[in-house]
């Protein structure tokens, strides 16, 4: 399939001509002077009384049949009147004709000069008709034929038209009187018109004359270029469905005119982009394909030169922008948006990326010229750089039964909708997993599990579930085991952002599986996340040791042995970078759901786990960690548990110590003096504290010395306050002596005898 862009693009470049083998529409006009000989000026919207009154000064029209010339109401029944009966005058109506004619040419694909005869007046009253027939050329260099129908009240009557082997039905009516509704159609269509079932229909008939000499124009019908893009198609869409196949999920084709957000739509293109569109449309429904219209678009940033030279009086702060050029792209992104389906309707699509073997051709986006180009002159560290951007119109194709793949490169923002409507719609329908409803909601997960990597969006800092919570808990609803299991084992992977906030809705898929299969899909969750996410994996087999009342505890042993063994040690040897959002810290929660999971677990493990706290004292933290976490215990059912108590003793050894230790406040204004910094304003600040009888030191010196003592005071966290006085100049460090020391330990030793008490010291 590696041919397939370029050979779709060959195919394409033979489709330069748009139009169809009929035109339609509607538009809006200024009433024509029309008078018919023996009636009169006609009003429009037509009377009832000059209906009557034209059918009077009508005959019936005749049909054709080989030389013939026939009158017969079983084949057709309508009233004519012949253009010497009738003038049509007023500027207004050259200029609708003109518009008309326009449009009507735009359809049907011509682009010579083509002008409009006027052949006769129709009146279709109630009961008319005409068979299916074909109009003969009726003069040289007619080609076509063009009705208006002009403001009048009735029902019924459609037009079909018909072309080797494509019918269209056209209804010919507006419902506001300031509109006149036309179609035109090539002369060698099959065509018929419908009976009226009530009112009169007014019809202007004109034949499509080619100026000059030439041959007669002709509906393209591109049935070579179809067939063969049809057959691609559906080699295309055989191969992505062999499980190794290395073809595009997509086929992406950029299109020759621009085209704004507003206006972009199937009916507004233009040129060869409407041949091309048309000719896709027909191979994609042969080939069972969707088709849609969406806009590229490509953003590129780098680094860049400054090339020219400011004039002295032009601020550096306002470059003009010629004066830099691009060095090096650094960044490039491209993709899919503003989607519009064949009938110009949005699409569910969000957001989606092009990847380069996606392109008809491959080569569609060189050479292109940005549409935003922004550069920025050097700032700080950071050089001139620059940033652009892209924007050109596509018709993109797909298999239709891949299109929950291609939805998935949307992404989950998009795809966890489209996945909770179809839960919704199943849970409604009341039915079961034979559905549809069932059965794609199934399909979409699996594409959606396959793609996770990457997808999942970083959580707050606090709590908060990530779209895994969403995922786990619509996959519940749906009691798809299957999925379950699947995504369960992509969270175990580590290969999305796991938090405490899932462990909810983990815990109740968990539920739905087998013990034996939740319990070693436990352990791979905790084995794959204890170095990122250490507090949530001790939460997550908190929570399932708590809800194994059901005699589930033994299944736990293995995800125990796992997070015990993932505790984290000596600092030194901690990995230095993660990503904000990860969780490697040690805290006083991980040690109370730790302890809580491992005592109705395994008594062992919990040991062991204690020793392990106790062995490494700058990781497990008394003050930060053990003393808070043991508050919490004490008082809890397993306060006995010897984990628990010999934690216990060690806080209140530790407590015990600090509390014996001497407490007085200073009797003197002597401070500790021992400082980092031995400058020689250091030295002077360090004999200023040594001093037994000064309390107040000023140091007029200019901003970097005084600087440089006062941090060199925060460093050393002296019994020092500092003010700046700034009269006269240079301005004075003032610096008064506290007993910042003696009130920090007295404020601790309250708080060791309120912990020693509580922990039942």
């Known amino acids: 399939m590696s041919s397939l862009t370029s050979e779709l693009a060959a195919v394409l470049t033979t489709v330069r001509r748009p139009g169809d083998f009929f035109a339609s529409g509607t538009i809006e006009f200024l009433a024509p002077q029309l008078e018919v000989d023996g009636v009169g000026p006609i009003a429009l919207p037509l009377l009832q009384l000059q209906a009557k009154q034209l059918i009077a000064a009508a005959e019936r029209a005749p049909y054709g049949r080989g030389e013939q010339t026939l009158v017969d109401t079983a084949v057709r029944r309508t009233w004519q009147i012949g253009p010497d009966q009738v003038r049509i005058q007023g500027r207004g109506w050259v200029r609708t004709l003109n518009t008309i004619l326009t449009r009507a040419c735009d359809g ?57 082997d ?25 065509h018929e018109v419908l009976p009226v079932t009530s009112g009169i229909r007014l019809a202007l008939i004109y034949n499509l004359m080619r100026l000059g000499p030439g041959r007669l124009p002709e509906p393209p019908s591109y049935s070579n270029q179809k067939t063969r893009i049809a057959a691609l198609l559906q080699a295309w869409g055989a191969d992505l469905s062999r499980a190794t196949s290395d073809a595009p999920e997509k086929l992406i084709v950029p299109l020759e005119h621009a085209y704004t957000p507003a206006e972009l739509g199937f009916g507004a293109l233009k040129g060869a982009d409407a041949a091309a569109a048309a000719v896709l449309r027909a191979a994609a429904q042969v080939a069972d394909c969707d ?44 993709a899919l948006s503003t989607w519009r389906r064949p009938d110009d309707q949005p699409s569910v699509l969000g957001e989606i990326p092009v990847g380069d073997d996606e392109l008809c051709p491959p080569d569609a986006l060189d050479d292109l010229e940005p549409d935003e180009e922004h550069f920025h002159e050097a700032t700080g560290n950071e050089g001139a750089s620059f940033e652009r951007t892209y924007r050109r119109a596509a018709l993109v194709l797909w298999p239709r039964e891949r299109f929950l793949a291609v939805l998935c490169q949307a992404g989950v923002a998009v795809t966890l909708p489209y996945l909770a409507d179809l839960t919704e719609r199943w849970l409604s329908s009341g039915e079961d997993h034979t559905s549809s ?24 800092r606090e709590k908060a579930p990530t779209h895994a919570t969403q995922m786990l808990l619509l996959l519940i609803q749906l009691r798809d085991r299957t999925r379950l299991e699947a995504f369960l084992a992509t969270i175990a992977a ?94 006083p929660h991980l040690v109370i759901d730790l302890l809580e999971a491992l005592c109705r ?51 209140l050894e530790h407590l015990r110590a600090r509390i014996t230790e001497p407490l007085a406040p200073p009797h003197n204004w002597s401070r500790a003096s021992v400082l980092s ?27 970097a010395d005084r600087s440089h003592v006062e941090q060199t005071i925060q460093r050393a966290h002296c019994d020092v306050d500092v003010t700046t006085d700034r009269r006269g100049r240079p301005y004075t460090l003032v610096c008064t002596k506290n007993q910042a020391s003696y009130d920090r330990r007295a404020k601790q030793r309250r708080k060791d005898i309120e912990d020693a008490t509580h922990l039942g010291g």
């Open 108 to 164: 049907l694909g011509v682009t010579e000069p083509v002008q409009a005869e006027f052949y006769k007046l129709l009146l279709y009253d109630e009961g008319s008709f005409f068979a299916s027939h074909r109009d003969t050329e009726k003069a040289p260099g007619m080609f076509a034929t063009l009705v208006v129908v002009l403001p009048s009240t009735s029902t019924g009557g459609e037009l079909l038209v018909r072309h080797r």
């Open 166 to 190: 494509r019918e269209v039905r056209l209804d010919l009516h507006s419902s506001d009187p300031s509109e006149v509704a036309f179609a035109a159609f090539y002369a060698d269509c099959v």
């Open 291 to 334: 088709l849609h219209l969406a806009l590229i678009v490509v953003e590129e940033s780098g680094s860049a030169d400054y090339t020219g030279y400011s004039s002295s009086y032009r601020r550096w702060s306002e470059p003009d922008e010629d004066e830099f050029e691009e060095v090096e792209v650094l960044d490039r992104s491209i």
């Open 437 to 460: 409803l069932w059965r794609e909601a199934h399909e979409l997960s699996g594409h959606m599990i396959s793609s996770w990597h990457g997808q999942e969006r970083y959580p707050s």
């Open 494 to 587: 580590g290969s999305g952002v796991y938090t405490e906030g899932d462990n909810e809705a983990i815990v109740q898929a968990l539920g739905v599986l087998s013990p034996q299969r939740a319990a070693a899909l436990t352990r791979q969750i905790i084995a794959g996340n204890a170095s990122t996410s250490l507090t949530a994996c001790g939460n997550l087999l908190a929570r399932l040791a708590a809800a194994g009342g059901n005699g589930r505890q033994a299944d736990l042993s293995g995800a125990a042995t796992a997070l015990v063994d993932a505790l984290p040690s000596d600092p030194q040897h901690a990995p230095s970078a993660w990503f904000w959002w990860q969780d490697r810290s040690v805290k």
């Open 601 to 651: 677990i395994d008594r062992r493990l919990a040991e062991e786990a204690a020793g392990h706290m106790l062995t490494w004292p700058q990781t497990y933290d008394l003050d930060t960690v053990l003393i808070p976490a043991m508050r919490d215990l004490v008082r809890s059912k397993i306060a006995q548990e010897p984990a628990v108590q010999r934690l216990r003793d060690a806080c």
């Open 677 to 703: 910094c031995q400058c020689q304003h250091c030295a002077e600040l360090s004999r200023f504290l040594a001093d037994p009888e000064r309390k107040t030191w000023a140091f007029k010196a200019v901003e």
